[in-house]
């Protein structure tokens, strides 16, 4: 279980081809306090710490997390939102976050708002249930809030803003149009989506 508030951004140094996916990814964590089993999300999705050393962890991608993420994602040189699993007791910064990837969205517009930047979204009909003006939503690990959602006929588009210290310490200060990020839902959205489907049956 994550907060949706990065505490670092790691590089992926290497890459292996086995049966999964072996990534090896540069961190600026004291890796002797991780230990192997522990979970770390990067950039949104759960992942298994199966090695470390001084400077890195590694973890095994499957490849259904590869079908479900971001394209481009696995790659060496990538930067990568990390945060660690919370611990009981933690203050929840942001809101619930799994670390289990919904869906990806594609950025269509990054615009200036003071030093802010308004960044819209289009996202699959699938999700956009999902998706409410001023509910939560995590993207690529960030715990960030709608602005607004737009309906279309075949997509939906949303916004969210990035204030000044969120562009600096996440890789989300570097999107452009056209960049894929992974998306995670509102854990509460879907379990009230579940509930309300049994209601109309």
């Given at each position: ?181 992974n998306v995670e839902i509102d854990v509460l959205a879907r379990y009230l989506q579940r509930m309300e489907h049994y209601r109309g049956r």
């Amino acid at each position: 279980m994550f907060t949706g508030i990065v505490t670092d951004i790691g590089t992926i140094r290497q890459i292996e081809q086995r049966g999964d996916t072996r990534v090896v990814i540069a961190t600026g964590y004291d890796v002797a306090t991780i230990d192997l089993g522990a979970s770390i999300s990067c950039s949104g999705i759960c992942l298994t710490v199966v090695d470390k050393a001084p400077g890195w962890f590694a973890v095994d991608v499957s490849n259904e997390t590869r079908s479900r993420t971001a394209q481009g994602q696995w790659t060496e040189g990538r930067p990568l939102n990390l945060e660690r699993a919370m611990k009981l007791g933690d203050e929840l910064g942001g809101h619930i976050v799994t670390g289990h990837i919904d869906g990806v969205a594609e950025v269509t517009d990054v615009t200036a708002d003071g030093d802010s930047r308004r960044i819209a979204f289009r996202i699959t009909p699938e999700l956009a249930p999902f998706l409410a003006p001023k509910g939560s939503v995590t993207i690529d690990g960030v715990s960030l809030t709608v602005n607004a959602v737009e309906d279309a006929a075949n997509d939906t588009l949303f916004t969210v803003n990035l204030i000044p210290h969120t562009q600096a310490v996440t890789t989300l200060g570097a999107l452009k149009a056209g960049h894929a990020v992974n998306v995670e839902i509102d854990v509460l959205a879907r379990y009230l989506q579940r509930m309300e489907h049994y209601r109309g049956r």
